[in-house]
Nanobody, 116 residues
């Protein structure tokens, strides 16, 4: 079992920045990759960014150049640094951990609202 606790969401103006954190605990040695998804009201959940245990990353086209995913293995924490935020980035952001057997664990989600 893996527990994921997200933090760092909130209200920010367009063009602003936020950093999301996701702290993992439990069977972390079996985690292959971690990532961030988001779901806006009325839309499907979509992958935002992911990072493997080896440090490889991938991003949705809509956030490339604006969002950066990173991990601190000593703290078992993954971060999503978001800059140049746009109203269309407004969503609930979920942290996920993909296990060696392919199973995904999800965090409870954190709201990000970009509005003036």
């Amino acid at each position: 079992q893996v527990q994921l606790v997200e933090s760092g969401g909130g209200l920010v103006q367009p063009g602003g920045s936020l950093r999301l954190s996701c702290a993992a605990s439990g069977s972390i040695f079996s985690i292959n990759a971690m990532g961030w998804y988001r779901q806006a009201t009325g839309k499907e959940r979509e992958l935002v960014a992911a990072i493997t245990s080896g440090g490889s990353t991938n991003y949705a086209d809509s956030v490339k150049g604006r969002f950066t995913i990173s991990r601190d293995n000593a703290k078992n924490t993954v971060y999503l640094q978001m800059i140049s935020l746009k109203p269309e980035d407004t969503a609930v952001y979920y942290c996920t951990a993909t296990m060696s057997n392919g199973y995904n664990y999800w965090g409870q989600g954190t709201q990000v609202t970009v509005s003036s």
